[in-house]
């Protein structure tokens, strides 16, 4: 595939505005909008992940949101292939493309492209979900260090998502993740012909505009959509059920919670997330990315 150059890239925290800003553009431009936010590609959640709704879809065409179970590993990886496959099925090196979302690997995979991965097979996803859930992240971190001690030495041993995709590409491969990291990547995209926008909001805005958001979203259906995602039974440990929101209103719905406590606990742990995307973008989103405060 020939890389992707008429290009915008929009990146910012999450209550930035970054979707609005990416939809007015798209409405003069005639461009097609791709989801950059690895939350975002999740079915069950579209008010509690701010995805776009109707009214927006009807104005621009809307790609990758909301298009993969809750229950289904998903990995940027994937995203990237998901990405590949829509650029030949839409012919996206004929028209304008916005790829908007706070997932700042997904950015750094479009322009820098990652290293081949193997697939790997449902059974061995399973096992290794199971023995996370009995043996835990740090027990299985120390089994990494033994097969693959360079990956080891790259993942924190509570970070067990990783340490399973490490110990699942061995198992899967015969060879070490570290070893397939070392293969060259091809990226999607011009990177010197893309447009690059980083949305950097006033912090005491972005606070207040949190904290309306969310009861925005409790009005119009986020408890019933976390009621849904618990009914999966998904494990802790799958990436929907950390999204913010879901662990606050699942102990209200359960009842070791109140409303307003659940409140103040995800609009604080939005403003933490906030602050580490905006701390990444700063330090990993180089000078040919324009800043726009908002």
């Known amino acids: 595939m020939r890389l992707l150059k008429n290009v915008t890239l929009i990146a910012g925290p999450t209550a930035s505005g970054k979707s609005s800003f990416a939809l007015e553009m798209a409405c003069k431009s005639g461009a097609i909008i791709v989801n950059a936010d ?19 879809l009807a104005l621009a065409p809307h790609r990758l949101y909301g298009h993969v179970d809750p229950r289904e590993p998903y990995s940027t990886g994937r995203w ?30 479009l322009t820098e492209g990652l290293s081949p991965m193997p697939d790997i097979p ?13 043996e835990g992240a740090e027990a299985l971190h120390e089994l990494l260090a033994v097969i693959d001690p360079i990956s080891a030495g790259r993942i924190r041993p509570s970070d067990g998502q990783r340490i399973v995709r490490a110990l699942e590409v061995k198992e899967a491969s015969g060879k070490p993740l570290s070893e397939w990291q070392t293969e060259p990547a091809q990226p999607l995209i011009d990177r010197n012909a893309a447009r690059k926008i980083v949305l950097e909001p006033d912090r005491a805005e972005l606070a207040t505009h949190i904290q309306r958001r969310f ?15 618990l009914n999966l039974d998904l494990p802790a440990s799958v990436p929907a059920m950390k999204a913010i929101g879901v662990r606050e209103l699942a102990a209200v719905i359960d009842g070791r919670s109140g409303r307003d406590d659940a409140v103040r606990q995800a609009t604080a742990a939005t403003r933490q997330y906030a602050k580490r995307q905006m701390t990444w973008f700063r330090h990993q989103l180089g000078p040919d990315w324009r800043r726009i405060g908002v």
């Open 38 to 56: 690895s939350m975002q590609v999740y079915s069950v959640l579209r008010l509690l992940t701010a995805r776009p709704g109707p009214d927006e």
């Open 80 to 109: 990237l292939r998901d990405v590949e496959a829509l650029a030949e099925v839409e012919g996206l090196e004929a028209r304008p493309v916005i790829f908007v979302g706070g997932t700042g690997l997904y950015f750094r995979a």
């Open 122 to 134: 449902a059974g061995v996803r399973a096992r290794g979900r199971a023995r996370l859930k009995d």
């Open 215 to 229: 009861e925005t979203m409790l009005e119009h259906g986020a408890m019933e959509e976390v009621r849904a995602l």
